[in-house]
């Protein structure tokens, strides 16, 4: 089965702008930022391998074999070059993709990536990855946000349909377990060969939120020199949500750089 993306108004005059969900999410979680950005912009919204309406897609597994996936998928497309954003789960695979295609990719925004070190909290990520019901949902929300955060009623119910497809959770299980480690007893996610991006030639900017409850920010000082770091206050790990506004900023910013 192919990957689902959401394509619109694209263009062979401007590259497009590739976004990648986080970890249980699906490519609709992005309608809070999207409704910021310029209305006529070159999207690919993608459901990731095993998520939404690539449930069955290939791909399924860890960052680098989404990475794979989704950059193949791209190639299928025709799409010569991209901007690409990616949010924690996403943020790995997109940096992979940016790291593989550096020629191709035009700008690199990052969301409380995952990959930029060991510490996890895998123990939310397994009760949100198994929710299914909307108070489970939310519940699991609230869980990655900063305290005070707002669950968007919408978004609650379309990521529930997600969930109430057949084999959706166990689907997100797997995934789960492919990318966290085993060390001294100890449960952490894989980290990505930060070493391996020191001489990455691709504009990138990182933003994290200084509460965020699933990855440390101080996972941030991990990231490559030259990228442009935006610590965001009283921000969670949900930044599509939390913080709509600066991820659009950023965003833009990046596009119109590029």
Known sequence: MTLFAEVRHMSSAKPPLVLLHGFGGIGAAWEPVLRRLDADLSLVV?????????????????????????????????????????HSMGGAIASLIALKASDRVCSLTLLAPGGFGPEINHEALRRYGSAVGLEDLALGLVEMSAPGSMIDAAGLERLADARRLPGATQRLMEILNSFLVYTDGRIGQGTLPVSSFEGLSVETRLLWGTEDPILPVRQAESIWATTEVTLIEAVGHMLIDEAPEAVALAIAAAVEAG
């Open 46 to 86: 993608y459901d990731l391998p095993g998520h939404g309406r690539s449930l069955d897609a290939d791909g399924i597994g860890h960052a680098g074999v989404m990475a794979r996936a989704i950059l193949g998928d791209i190639d299928r497309r025709g799409i010569s070059s991209f901007h690409i954003c990616g």
